[in-house]
């Protein structure tokens, strides 16, 4: 039996029937944000969604790798030549 959104809280873990598991991670009046591991982030109606509580653990963050600083670019030296 699912329960009604106001019964969690952001950063809570929950599951959806059909995204899987995911945390909260916004509540308000009228939507309900929640980033699914699988799935991507979904917004749902507050008074519609049908979630449970849930204790899977949620995915290891990736690690981003921080990308090359770029060389400077050659410098053309141009020789004039001079007549």
Known sequence: MSKPTNAFAVSERVTHFMYGPGTITEIGHTYTTIDFDQNGRRKFVTTMVQLEPTTIAPP???????AKPKAPKAEKTAAKVVK
Not at 60 to 66: D, I, R
């Open 60 to 66: 290891a963050p990736v690690k981003k790798s921080k």
